[in-house]
Nanobody, 121 residues
Framework: QVQLVESGGGLVQAGGSLRLSCTASGGTFSTYTMAWFRQAPEKGREFVAA????????YDTNSIKARFTISRDDAKNTVYLQMNSLKPEDTAVYYC??????????????WGQGTQVTVSS
């Protein structure tokens, strides 16, 4: 019953900005990691950024770190990805992922259905 829904994708010119959102619903959550992945046509899914419940933040590359910002609103069970200075290479379907830790030894993983980001030249 747990679902993740992404929104905020669209078409933007190079150098523009987009803000993606992902909201989890269908359960009660406490300790969880939220992350963003992306998949370009005919390419594998790659990691973008992640945010832990304790405030830890990880970005895949320096290029992403310089242009993207991941944040979260735990009261809304929502994670955001602010993307600035977008490049055509950023074109992909962006997916959010939640890793929910229920005990010290067990966790559950959920994926959203993705939102399309297209950056034109």
């Amino acid at each position: 019953q747990v679902q993740l829904v992404e929104s905020g994708g669209g078409l933007v010119q190079a150098g523009g900005s987009l803000r993606l959102s992902c909201t989890a619903s269908g359960g009660t959550f406490s300790t969880y990691t939220m992350a963003w992945f992306r998949q370009a046509p005919e390419k594998g899914r790659e990691f973008v950024a992640a945010s832990t419940s304790s405030g830890g933040v990880t970005y895949d590359t320096n290029s992403i770190k310089a242009r993207f910002t991941i944040s979260r609103d735990d009261a809304k069970n929502t994670v955001y990805l602010q993307m600035n200075s977008l490049k055509p290479e950023d074109t992909a379907v962006y997916y959010c992922k939640m890793v929910l830790k229920t005990t010290t030894y067990y966790e559950y993983q959920y994926w959203g259905q993705g939102t399309q980001v297209t950056v034109s030249s």
